[in-house]
């Protein structure tokens, strides 16, 4: 099994939650929240948790540590499963306003913006990064596989 469940009530993830099917090897479904912030939100975070003090598109909060391109098993993360006994591998938070302005900025929906944000927290989750140009095109890989799945592409939306 290899499902991913998001909560997020503020927004339908459903169709990232089905294009991640098959992109993470697990014995059981992971689950991760996303949450929608104002500007003034997410420097705070960002300020707390990073020592940055600016605005930010999309903050990553991982719940487990050194799993990338590994596979997952529950029994290994005791600690982390949630109350629907899915592996809990993090949160995301994601400032509403500076999405807008992007999505306006790069020419596609806000909705587009928002998957693509998602996504881009998730490949955070699970462990991807982009501080050598390696690891960046390893995460971009995953990013467009997952947005294409559900036709979310620069063109797409």
Do not use: W
Not at 38 to 44: F, K, P, S
């Amino acid at each position: 099994m290899n499902d991913i469940k998001i909560y997020c009530e503020e927004n339908d993830f459903s169709p990232l939650e089905k294009a991640f099917c098959g992109e993470v090897k697990s014995d059981c479904t992971l689950s991760l929240e996303i949450i929608f912030t104002d500007e003034d939100g997410i420097r705070e975070l960002n300020a707390r948790t990073r020592g940055i003090d600016a605005v930010t598109d999309v903050l990553s909060f991982p719940a487990l540590d050194n799993i990338l391109g590994k596979e997952l098993k529950k029994e290994d993360f005791p600690a982390d499963v949630d109350e629907e006994d899915n592996l809990f591998i993090g949160s995301i938070a994601i400032c509403v306003k500076r999405a807008k302005e992007q999505a306006e900025e790069y020419g596609h929906s806000y909705k587009r913006e928002l998957f693509y944000l998602a996504t881009h927290g998730v490949c955070h989750l699970l462990g991807f990064d982009h501080m050598t140009d390696g690891d960046k095109a390893a995460m971009r890989d995953m990013e467009e596989r997952v947005l294409a799945k559900i036709n979310v592409t620069r063109d797409g939306e």
